[in-house]
């Protein structure tokens, strides 16, 4: 894989990871949704280095040309290595940190929303509380996210 790459991808998911751990510590303890909306803005504020990957590309490796094709393929690089950075990182979250999740989720929904989500995860028995599971959720989470930054990425960055 070219470095840049893999650097801009370690440099997403190192971003996240960092991110993540100020969130559990800081933001999480005022509650839910401020935690949530920080998670989310701390994934696209992450994926920002597909562009910047992108754009290293066309200026400094390819003379200033980037087709739709190599943008998507430079962006899904970029964003595989940080949703495999993501999984990762959530397994290990969910292994050392899960019951303290699981009772700071109880404490900051509502009891209505705390029976939805039990019932989901009654629903699909072992397999929820299983770390990697827990780790592709937000692999999945990163990787589409990621999908539509390359998206509009390499559509704005298009140059022939």
Do not use: C
């Not at 996210?145 to 140059?159: C, D, E, F, P």
């Amino acid at each position: 894989m070219k470095n840049y790459i893999t650097r801009y991808g370690l440099y997403a998911g190192g971003l996240l990871v960092v991110l993540g751990i100020l969130n559990w510590l800081l933001i999480a303890p005022n509650g839910y949704k401020i935690s949530e909306i920080f998670g989310y803005a701390s994934m696209v504020a992450a994926l920002m280095m597909v562009p910047a990957g992108l754009k290293y590309f066309r200026d400094q490796v390819n003379n200033g040309e980037l087709s739709f094709g190599h943008g998507m393929k430079i962006g899904l690089g970029i964003t595989l290595i940080t949703s495999v950075i993501m999984w990762i990182y959530s397994a290990l979250f969910f292994i050392l940190q899960g019951d303290k999740f699981m009772e700071w989720s109880k404490e900051h929904l509502s009891a209505e929303e705390w029976e939805m989500a039990q019932a989901q995860m009654e629903a699909m028995g072992d397999v929820f509380m299983s770390p990697w599971f827990q780790g592709f959720i937000m692999f999945m989470t990163v990787f589409i996210i990621g999908l539509l930054i390359t998206l509009v990425s390499a559509i704005i960055m298009k140059k022939q």
